[in-house]
């Protein structure tokens, strides 16, 4: 088992960056396919990017491509989500998780808490 607790979120102008971290306990953390996903009001939770367990493959929401760059540390059992060029449209809760498949947020099996990012216009 893993938990898993993001932070880094904020408010940021139009335009602006913010860096997301996803602190991991457990000795498993490197073993697992970790993923963003994130969750606007009134709308369903949704991919935002994806990485191997080794960090080696990764893979973007077409929505963040070339803006969001997704990593990880297992030395540190640390998930990290760089995100530049930010446009109100990226306003959401991001939520960390592991152990999942992909881009298809019905097969993770661990969840964080989640973190709100706003971007003002």
């Known amino acids: 088992q893993v938990q898993l607790v993001e932070s880094g979120g904020g408010l940021v102008q139009a335009g602006g960056s913010l860096r997301l971290s996803c602190a991991a306990s457990?000795?498993?953390?490197?073993?697992?396919?970790m993923g963003w996903f994130r969750q606007a009001p009134g709308k369903e939770r949704e991919f935002v990017a994806t990485?191997?367990?080794?960090?080696?493959?990764?893979y973007n929401a077409d929505s963040v491509k070339g803006r969001f760059t997704i990593s990880r540390d297992n030395a540190k059992n640390t998930l990290y989500l760089q995100m530049n060029s930010l446009t109100p449209e990226d306003t959401a809760v991001y939520y960390c998780?592991?152990?999942?498949?992909?881009?298809?947020?019905?097969?993770?099996?661990?969840w964080g808490q989640g973190t709100q990012v706003t971007v003002s216009s």
């Open positions: 998780a592991a152990g999942g498949v992909g881009a298809v947020v019905t097969t993770y099996r661990y």
């Open positions: 990485i191997s367990w080794r960090g080696g493959t990764t």
């Open positions: 457990g000795r498993t953390f490197s073993t697992y396919t």
